[in-house]
């Protein structure tokens, strides 16, 4: 196996940096689109009814600082739930999104995108290992969801289980090459094989 020099090791640290810059960028966009093209999400359609106020009322509040998350959950709605963690997900405040998510997932524990979700934010709190097990109950409620297969291939390359990985990696591939998901799961798994 070849030897690297100190500027071939920086190169390697550089572009490892910017490809998990580039795979969060992806991921976040993605995650932004879902939360726009969940039910009820456009504010300019009819406000739906959420425990005595409205939908548009209460994402509305979810920019406001200073409410705790206690304040922010007193909903029972897991879409409302799912887009607050979406929400603040977006804002980074990855703590806040577990707790969102988690919330949904008691209301609706079949909604296979939040733990998609949950498990990108507790691997963006250094909580891979949870982040593993929330993906995988996902993925055994439904190992067809390609995204979820994704995810659950990069966090397992970034804990450095890449043979883990590359099964995810794969099967995201199987489910659908011609997908955006598809292209940046065999985007990944490439890198994955090259030496």
Same mark, same amino acid.
């Given at each position: 196996m070849p030897r690297l020099n100190l500027t071939q090791w920086l190169l390697v640290v550089a572009f490892l940096i910017l490809y998990g810059a580039a795979v969060f960028a992806i991921t976040r966009a993605?995650?932004?689109?879902?939360? #726009? *093209? =969940?039910?009820?999400?456009?504010? &300019?359609? &009819?406000? &739906?009814?959420?425990?005595?106020?409205? #939908?548009? %009322?209460?994402?509305? =509040?979810l920019g406001q600082a200073g409410l705790t998350p206690r304040e922010e959950l007193t909903t $029972?709605?897991?879409? @409302? #739930? *799912? =887009? @607050?963690? $979406?929400? #603040? /997900?977006?804002?980074?405040? /990855?703590?806040r999104a577990v707790t969102a998510y988690r919330r949904a997932l008691? /209301? $609706?524990?079949?909604?296979?995108? %939040?733990y998609n979700d949950l498990g990108l934010a507790l691997h963006y709190l250094g909580r891979s290992d949870e982040a593993v097990a929330a993906l995988a109950q996902g993925i055994a409620r439904r190992p067809d969801f390609q995204r979820i297969q994704l995810t659950m291939g990069f966090v397992q390359m970034q804990s450095g289980n890449p043979s883990a990985a590359a099964a995810a990696l794969q099967r995201a591939v199987e489910l659908g090459p011609e997908t955006t998901v598809g292209a940046e799961a065999q985007r990944m798994l490439d890198g994955l094989n090259t030496p």
């Open positions: 993605y995650y932004l689109q879902q939360a #726009l *093209a =969940r039910p009820g999400a456009s504010q &300019a359609s &009819a406000p &739906a009814t959420v425990s005595g106020s409205t #939908l548009g %009322t209460s994402l509305q =509040r $029972d709605d897991p879409v @409302l #739930l *799912a =887009r @607050l963690g $979406d929400q #603040l /997900f977006e804002q980074r405040q /990855f703590e008691e /209301f $609706d524990p079949e909604e296979v995108d %939040t």
